[in-house]
């Protein structure tokens, strides 16, 4: 059997551990949203008419693009829908980039940026983050690759680049610059670089409906980019990539604003006081505007912590790599759930609550 060689040398994907989820598990491993979709979406599903499967979904989602597009004041012909924003990642590499380009991306961040880039034969330049693991967006443009991928919130860190740095990186950056704002809607509203897709046509700006909207099951992603390159993303798009359910429960969930405003509000006010918790407890905790806290205990290991969680059935994400060794990624649950790993974490270090 022949496997081409960029292919042979990669790994499955391996998300964190996914348990049965049978009442007693907590898992907080893979920045999911602990509250359910739009009660919009359950409606929906429930006055469901499967006859409608029969037919092929509409390909290019547009009534979804047109409600989103309509959302950021943009016409649709700047919106792209994919199977998850991981898809559109993909099509990004087949769209933009040639056999041996190269890309540069921060270190640490989203590992999906590189492996893609390996299955399409481009190379990856990694610029390390700053000590305190902040993104140095000087250090990226100068790299001279021809496209960034910037994860904002940075994944595994959850710090946030501000739009005014970003926009200093556009003014003297002409390659592509990918903005994946996977967990913007954690960040204070005025983080996003939606607004500046309109100004700036190397800007793509990639959202989800996996973690604020609580729709990681359904895999709908978009992304906000010039209508060349938008038009450029349909050629290369799978014939009929986003579901019919997909596309209407993703409506009704995007409809549901105030739904998500009241979520997110929620999950942003747990993160606040699980952060504080952490901190007295003992661990250095980055300051996260994302779904999840970075941190690491002071004293003792990180993997003991990881597995005396487990043995309670509490899963969390353990990273032992470089720049993040020992160390444990956090999903912001309920107010509950964090209850209960604070408590486990009092038993583990013997601090008193
Ligand atoms: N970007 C980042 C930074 C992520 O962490 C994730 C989720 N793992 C994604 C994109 C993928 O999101 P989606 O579920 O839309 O494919």
Wanted: one cysteine or more; proline letters at 5%.
């Amino acid at each position: 059997m022949y496997i081409k060689q960029s292919i042979e040398q990669l790994a499955p994907y391996v998300p964190g551990i996914q348990p049965q989820m049978d009442g007693h598990v907590i898992k907080i491993n893979a920045n999911e949203n602990p509250y359910p979709p739009s009660p919009q979406v359950q409606q929906l599903l429930s006055g469901f008419d499967f006859a409608q499967l029969r037919y092929y979904p509409d390909a290019t989602s547009q009534r979804l693009r047109k409600l989103i597009a309509a959302h950021y004041q943009l016409s649709s012909d700047h919106l792209f829908c994919g199977n998850g924003s991981d898809e559109i990642i993909s099509y990004l590499f087949q769209v933009c980039f040639e056999e041996q380009d190269t890309i540069a991306t921060p270190y640490p961040t989203y590992t999906l940026y590189k492996t893609i880039a390996d299955i399409h034969r481009v190379h990856t330049v990694y610029v390390p983050t700053r000590d305190d693991f902040t993104i140095d967006t000087q250090a990226l443009a100068q790299t001279g690759a021809k496209g960034l991928f910037i994860a904002n919130p940075n994944a595994q860190t959850g710090l946030l680049l501000s739009l005014t740095e970003i926009e200093e990186l556009l003014k003297q950056y002409d390659g592509l610059v990918v903005i994946d704002e996977a967990y913007i809607e954690f960040a204070p509203a005025t983080a996003s670089a939606c607004e500046l897709v309109a100004r700036y046509p190397n800007l793509v700006v990639l959202r989800t409906f996996s973690k604020s909207y609580s729709l990681c099951g359904i895999r709908v992603g978009y992304s906000l980019a010039n209508p060349v390159l938008v038009h450029a993303l349909d050629k290369c798009r799978d014939s009929y990539n986003v579901s019919h359910l997909s596309q209407l429960l993703a409506e009704a969930a995007f409809e549901d604003q105030a739904y998500l405003q009241s979520t997110v509000k929620k999950i942003v006010a747990t993160r606040e006081r699980v952060t504080a918790a952490l901190t007295d407890l003992g661990f250095e905790v980055l300051p996260s505007e994302a779904n999840f806290v970075l941190c690491k205990p002071v004293h003792g290991s990180a993997i003991d912590i990881y597995e005396f969680l487990k043995a309670r059935h509490v899963y969390v994400r353990y990273f032992d790599s470089p720049r993040l060794s020992d160390k444990l990624r956090i999903t912001i649950g309920t107010d509950a759930e964090m209850d209960v790993l604070l408590k486990y974490l009092h038993e583990f270090t013997g601090v008193k609550s």
